[in-house]
T-cell receptor, first 117, second 117 residues
Framework: ETGVTQTPRHLVMGMTNKKSLKCEQH?????MYWYKQSAKKPLELMFV???????ENNSVPSRFSPECPNSSHLFLHLHTLQPEDSALYLC????????????????FGSGTRLTVV | AQKITQTQPGMFVQEKEAVTLDCTYD???????LFWYKQPSSGEMIFLIY??????QNATEGRYSLNFQKARKSANLVISASQLGDSAMYFC??????????????FGKGITLSVRP
């Protein structure tokens, strides 16, 4: 366990469904991130939350809606997804101020493998 | 803009031998951090090693070492005494040291390493 927990690990949903991905960290980090990892593509940063405020949204379609109710929890709400949205969704957390905090950089969860049918 | 380049499409190594995974980067910043992550088939991104741009010594962590050549902007990962469990995807990443929400971890495309028994 890395300290960042993602649920569910696997999710199959139809294009008309609404579901949510959950991410939880108890590392005392103050920034959280959603990444999308598709087959044969680089990791794509989707959203950044700093001190519970969304500070970045990288042109992500509105069918993805993030929520950060507190510094320990991050959600990604999904609705009317497309088959091309099938991917591994990774959550990460970090300290904002000091890169030398152990573990360095970002701490990742195990991901949610999403399949849209 | 930051950029990480990993051009090796796939690497094979015999068990117990050493292997080098290449990474070059491009940044106009003087202060930055370089990271390597391992991603096994389970999907989790596992932090391996960190090198700060001002660190004079090459970083080492057990069987992992980072061959940092600042003038050439390269940060190659060396894995000594390869084990079957080393088979995974390996990502090089960079982040500006000054931190803050705008300081993102930028990833390369990754390299697949397969260890042969």
């Amino acid at each position: 366990e890395t300290g960042v927990t993602q649920t569910p690990r696997h999710l199959v949903m139809g294009m008309t469904n609404k579901k949510s991905l959950k991410c939880e960290q108890h590392l005392g980090h103050n920034a959280m991130y959603w990444y999308k990892q598709s087959a044969k593509k680089p990791l794509e940063l989707m959203f950044v939350y700093s001190l519970e405020e969304r500070v970045e949204n990288n042109s992500v379609p509105s069918r993805f809606s993030p929520e950060c109710p507190n510094s320990s929890h991050l959600f990604l709400h999904l609705h009317t997804l497309q088959p091309e949205d099938s991917a591994l969704y990774l959550c990460a957390s970090s300290h904002l101020e000091d890169l030398t905090q152990i573990p360095y950089g970002y701490t990742f969860g195990s991901g949610t493998r999403l399949t849209v049918v | 803009a930051q950029k990480i380049t990993q051009t090796q499409p796939g690497m094979f190594v015999q068990e117990k031998e050493a292997v080098t995974l290449d990474c070059t980067y491009d940044t106009s910043d003087q202060s930055y951090g370089l990271f390597w992550y391992k991603q096994p088939s389970s999907g989790e991104m596992i932090f391996l090693i960190y090198q700060g741009s001002y660190d004079e010594q090459n970083a080492t962590e057990g069987r992992y070492s980072l061959n940092f050549q600042k003038a050439r902007k390269s940060a190659n990962l060396v894995i000594s005494a390869s084990q079957l469990g080393d088979s995974a995807m390996y990502f090089c990443a960079m982040r500006e040291r000054r931190g803050g929400a705008n300081s993102k971890l930028t990833f390369g495309k990754g390299i697949t390493l397969s260890v042969r028994p």
